[in-house]
T-cell receptor
């Protein structure tokens, strides 16, 4: 079983729609949960960063973490064509033996004007 | 503030040649990571450093790959000899936290490597 599972999509929505992106994971030790946005031919850009469970909102973006279900989500409200990109979830845990940092495979999103 | 800086941005070389990729992490960051991204396998962690010391290179695919971090502001990833299957985008990322602490990473723009 992979550490992090993410539906690759592709996902196509009309402008203004609410977008829901999700990841599941298996390691209960994960404490840090991140969403990265990657435009074509660019590096991943940190979008949201959450520690432990709960919600975090930043403008049109909301990140949710449910540690009991091992499930994280990213919601995009009023989606715009400029949101068209690949979204990668990532999660990590502190460890005495070294870095425990895992990425999902990414979900490709297209917002149609 | 300048983010993570990588050079070159594009590299085209012939099979068998040596390739050196360079990275300057964000000033003050404590850990540095090298990744490779391909369509088939997504992002793969190759090696990471904590306070300039290599911690885990188990992701390095073969002995042809080597990485160094001589000081806190510079790291290199070398491939010698290069092969066509090494063609990928190579990313460097740095984190303000120790590599043992987890936490967020900040990525550079990547080097797109093509080996003919």
């Amino acid at each position: 079983q992979k550490e992090v599972e993410q539906d690759p999509g592709p996902l196509s929505v009309p402008e203004g729609a609410i977008v829901s992106l999700n990841c599941t994971y298996s390691n209960s030790a994960f404490q840090y949960f991140m969403w990265y946005r990657q435009y074509s031919r660019k590096g991943p850009e940190l979008l949201m960063y959450t520690y432990s469970s709960g919600n975090k909102e930043d403008g049109r973006f909301t990140a949710q973490v449910d540690k009991s279900s091992k499930y994280i989500s990213l919601f995009i409200r009023d989606s715009q064509p400029s949101d068209s990109a690949t979204y990668l979830c990532a999660m990590s845990a502190a460890s005495n033996t070294g870095n425990q940092f895992y990425f999902g495979t990414g979900t490709s999103l297209t917002v149609i004007p | 503030d300048a983010g993570v800086i990588q050079s070159p941005r594009h590299e085209v070389t012939e099979m068998g040649q040596e390739v050196t990729l360079r990275c300057k992490p964000i000033s003050g960051h404590n850990s540095l990571f090298w990744y490779r991204q391909t369509m088939m396998r997504g992002l793969e962690l190759l090696i990471y450093f904590n306070n300039n010391v290599p911690i885990d290179d188990s992701g390095m695919p073969e002995d042809r790959f080597s990485a160094k971090m001589p000081n806190a502001s510079f790291s290199t990833l070398k491939i010698q000899p290069s092969e066509p299957r090494d063609s990928a985008v190579y990313f460097c990322a740095s984190s303000p936290l120790s590599a043992y602490a987890g936490g967020e990473q900040f990525f550079g723009p990547g080097t797109r490597l093509t080996v003919l």
